[in-house]
């Protein structure tokens, strides 16, 4: 396995360090139009007219598109089909899209921006969740303003809790988060002289864009094909909404017949585009004396915003975490997705996991602490193991190194050998989580849950493939080439990954959910056979033994039982063409079945899971409330780490998004439901003065369905640093802090409370 | 010099390259570089100077190109990113990033790159203190930046090894 483990450098890297034009905002071409969306001054309101007279005097002005000039559905599809493209009549959130100018410069675009005169009669809006569910009058969303309610009924919660020595019921709350990938959002659209759409841009699901684009412009599938540009950051901020931006640039592309490019200012990006939803959970949960997890029951709700876009498999992944990785087999949840006049949320890394883990983490520490237990022997009594089931009814038959990640942050990070440490009015605490993933699409998108791969090996032993998912940073690319190059023996330099294109492969699903390097991993070990079959044929025939004796690898094929005996691959491949055998192959890879039953929430809803645990070390100023964070261990189980230092990297900045989640970051609305900081100098972000000393551990206990062993993790490094924070500030200094971020004004107030 | 919407006649320096050039009062430097030069490694983020994406070196020192006007180019030297590898032979900033792995999506790496290397051209052995400072004003949220400080140490004493 030479290549497999193997920290090659990264695939495409050297056209990234020297800055070459790759991202949509750096396309240029010929007879471009610039366009700029007009948006929603107000969170609910009826559009009673749209004017652009003023602009018919700007010299280069080309038009305005709205709901009446779309040809196709005025709707965006994702779960539910209620998202418009544009708003028609009513508008129900701030920054809600009502349509788009168009304009020969960028800098025309926005003198018509400025001149539109939008006229909306503002009407009372639903801002609050807890307010907005059942409300009487207002009705954004059914009869009851909920999207989706889940839920999980398992053993007898009530006997359950008479049973426990201990019992914690707290309420937590988390904010938005911004995704702030630092490459805004943007498209360019196309249109070719046959009637065909191109669509190229910054995204992470090709197939979705194809979908909402051909749905607005009533174009068959087969007539709009999507190019993915290089992506400038993802972590779920360029799932769903990408097909809002790329029907913005399609519309006036289409009945203007000219290339239109569109790229968001970094305002309007965090207005309008997708975030972590803010949650309040309710959470009440029990261990016996010998320190068992015996009863947990909670209730979660998430604010989705104006429209349902992904809160419902938001709040179906969110569900099935809602435990953590134990076993309990007294569970009661019930979760809620409910409709307020704000800005749609969507998917952020983790996906509806770590708002409710921040909850279970913080318990799990409290009851520890109740039963005056050490934290991590409390979680290792009760952690699943190989062989256990879990709180949803799934036996795990393989590959549970949630243990195992645990051992190794405390091994590392000196877990509770510390004296305490009182520097003058510093507290020095430490504070632990394990957490765990669901990879895949697993039951609430298994519809989806299948990938295309193709591989084609050109005469001079180069090759191409192209996969259905996306590289948006993570690396995918370079991890797919290193299991390409080593199906076919060849050496990494020979293999080019194609731009994700909606032309080349099958609808392969979404890039989400973890799911990128297990899911076309395998189809590309499937698309990788008949080739290698054929290399191998070959290479039988040219060394004169069976061809189960031959070894490829590095661009050499040798006699597995006698090394001297070689043959370049470069040699067998030509000979390949000569003879006329298939160097080319398609893969197709479906995963196995997911199942889960709405009423009670049994069932086994993810293929495999990731596991993981962090251990955050921190000192608090008791003086100011401030935090320094001095070092975080993070441990995670990855099935099989198919290149190290781009897991580590992950590691590294899932943690780091994760820290931002815990201390800093907190998108605030008015109370009508304006968003108040949506730019870097009061949204703030980790910069790398506030970066601790990270610990990445790589723990592989292979997952037998993945490629060479490996599963997705890139979400799950997020997942666990809030709760571990908080559990560090109260080992620091006994404040127990519920609602996210942990600023220092929090931990000050409660210090004073104390 | 002109009204805003007037133009100017300035001579600067670009990687190395002595230019001539007529600029109009109210254009930024990331305009200019972008659309004038087709110089697409200054990346813009924000257009607010929050996000460093649009690094560029101006006499040596990092600026935010999106708060630059392109006049105040008159009389200076600057570099972008494509000025800093030599054909296809890469800076040892640059090579270090990639060999750190410190590069994730790639669209804050020039700037952090560029960042880097001013801070590498004064103080050739860095602590991790300066380091941190050096690059505090690009945003990077991939990488965690934890690679980036491994790839501006790699860069460190790859540049004294040479000496």
Redesign the interface.
């Known amino acids: 396995m030479g290549l497999i483990g193997k920290s090659v450098i990264k695939a495409g890297g050297v056209e990234r360090v020297t800055g070459k034009g790759t991202f949509v905002a750096d396309i240029k071409l010929p007879g471009m139009v610039y366009c700029a969306v007009i948006r929603s001054p107000v969170a609910r309101g009826d559009i009673i007219a749209i004017d652009d007279s003023s602009c018919n005097r700007v010299k280069g002005y080309l038009g305005l598109f709205t709901a009446k000039s779309i040809p196709g559905n005025n709707v965006i599809p994702i779960v539910f089909r209620d998202q418009p493209c544009f708003a028609a009549k009513r508008v129900n959130y701030h920054g809600e899209p009502i349509g788009v100018v168009a304009a020969e410069s960028k800098a025309i675009a926005h003198t018509a921006l400025n001149r539109i005169k939008v006229t909306v009669k503002e009407l009372e809006g639903l801002i609050d969740p807890l307010k907005a569910w059942g409300h009487r009058k207002i009705k954004l969303y059914g009869d009851d303003n909920i999207f989706r309610h889940s839920k999980i009924r398992r053993g007898d919660v009530e006997s359950a809790f008479r049973e426990c020595e201990v019992i914690i019921e707290d309420t937590y709350t988390t904010p938005y988060q911004e995704h702030a990938y630092i490459e805004p959002q943007g498209m360019v659209a196309n249109p070719l002289p046959d009637g065909t759409m191109e669509i190229y841009g910054s995204m992470q699901c090709p197939f979705y864009v194809r979908e909402a684009v051909a749905e607005v412009l009533a174009l068959p599938l087969s007539d709009v094909r999507v190019i993915q540009t290089s992506t400038g950051g993802g972590f779920g901020g360029k799932e769903d909404v990408p097909s809002l931006v790329a029907c913005q640039a399609a519309l006036p592309a289409c009945l203007l017949k000219r290339p239109v490019k569109l790229i968001y200012e970094r305002d309007e990006d965090m207005i309008s585009m997708s975030k972590r939803h803010p949650s309040w959970i309710h959470y009440k949960s029990g261990a016996t004396a010998d320190g068992i997890l015996r009863a947990i029951q909670a209730e979660y709700i998430i604010d989705g915003g104006a429209y349902s876009t992904l809160s419902p498999v938001v709040l179906f992944r969110g569900t099935v975490h809602s435990m953590g990785p134990y076993r309990c087999e007294n569970v009661h949840i019930d979760s809620y997705a409910v409709a307020t006049n704000k800005v749609p949320c969507g998917a952020f890394r983790g996906f509806g996991s770590p708002q409710i883990l921040f909850a279970v983490e913080s318990q799990m520490d409290r009851l520890a602490q109740g039963l005056k237990m050490d934290p991590a022997e409390f979680r290792r009594r009760n952690l699943l193991k190989t062989g256990d089931t879990t709180s949803f009814g799934q036996k795990l038959s393989w590959s549970v190194g949630a243990k195992e990640t645990l051992e190794k942050v405390v091994e590392h990070s000196g877990w509770r050998n510390h004296i305490p440490e009182s520097a003058g009015d510093k507290r020095i605490g430490y504070g632990l989580s394990t957490v765990f993933y669901g990879v895949g699409l697993g039951a609430g998108g298994k519809h989806l849950a299948r990938t295309g791969a193709r591989v084609m090996v050109e005469p001079d032993a180069s090759v191409t493939f192209s996969v259905g998912t996306t590289d948006m940073g993570q690396g995918m690319q370079t991890v797919l080439a290193q299991v390409v190059a080593q199906e076919l023996g060849l050496p990494f330099e020979n293999v080019r990954m194609m731009p994700t294109d909606t032309s080349r492969v099958p609808d392969s699903g979404p890039t989400v959910a973890s799911r990128a390097t297990t899911m076309s991993g395998n189809a590309l070990i499937i698309a990788c056979e008949k080739p290698r079959d054929s290399i191998l044929t070959e290479a039988s025939i040219l060394l004169k033994i069976e061809k189960h004796n031959v070894v490829i690898d590095e661009g050499i094929a040798f006699d597995r039982k006698d090394g001297r005996l070689k043959v370049t691959i470069k040699e067998i491949i030509k000979n390949c063409f000569g003879k006329r055998m298939p160097l080319t192959g398609d893969g197709w890879y479906n995963t196995p079945e997911t199942s889960w039953d709405n009423e009670t929430g049994i069932g086994e809803p993810y293929v495999t899971y990731a596991w993981a645990s962090n251990i955050v070390k921190l000192a608090v100023d008791t003086q100011t409330g401030e935090v320094e964070v001095l070092k975080i261990s993070s441990a995670h189980d990855v099935g099989k780490a198919i290149n190290p230092a781009m897991v580590e990297c992950q590691i590294e900045g899932g943690v780091i998004q994760g820290l931002g989640f815990a201390l800093t970051e907190e998108m605030m609305a008015d109370s009508k439901g304006k968003l108040l900081n949506p730019e870097f100098s009061t949204y703030i972000i980790p910069t790398a003065s506030d970066v601790p000393e990270i610990e990445p551990i790589i723990v592989e206990h292979p997952y037998p369905d993945g490629p060479y062993g490996a599963r997705g993790f890139g979400e799950q490094p997020l997942m666990g640093i809030a709760p571990a924070v908080a559990n560090a500030v109260a080992d620091a200094v006994g404040v127990r802090i519920t609602d996210l971020p942990i600023t220092a004004e929090k931990i000050w107030r409660a210090l004073r409370a104390k | 010099m002109e009204g805003i919407a007037g133009k100017m006649k300035i001579k600067f320096r670009l990687n190395g390259r002595l230019i001539n050039a007529d600029i109009p009062g109210g254009m930024r430097l990331i305009d200019l570089l ?1 659309e004038d030069f ?11 100077g ?2 460093g ?1 649009c690094t560029v070196l101006l006499d040596g020192k990092p600026v935010n190109s999106c708060l630059v006007l392109a006049a105040q180019l008159k009389g200076r030297a600057m570099v ?3 000025g ?2 030599d054909g296809d032979t ?1 800076d040892p900033v ?2 270090a ?3 750190a ?10 700037g952090l ?1 560029l960042a880097a290397k001013s801070l590498l051209d004064k103080y050739p052995d860095p602590s991790e203190e300066q ?3 050096a ?15 491994k790839a501006i140490k790699m860069a460190s004493e790859t540049h004294r090894n040479s000496k």
């Open positions: 972008r087709n110089l697409t490694g200054t990346r813009e983020g924000c257009g607010k929050e996000c994406a972008t990113i494509e800093l590898s890469l640059q090579r990033f990639l060999e792995t410190a590069v994730q999506c790639g669209f804050c790496s020039p790159i380091i941190k400072r690059i505090s004003g690009n945003l990077c949220r991939c990488t965690g930046y934890s690679k980036v400080f």
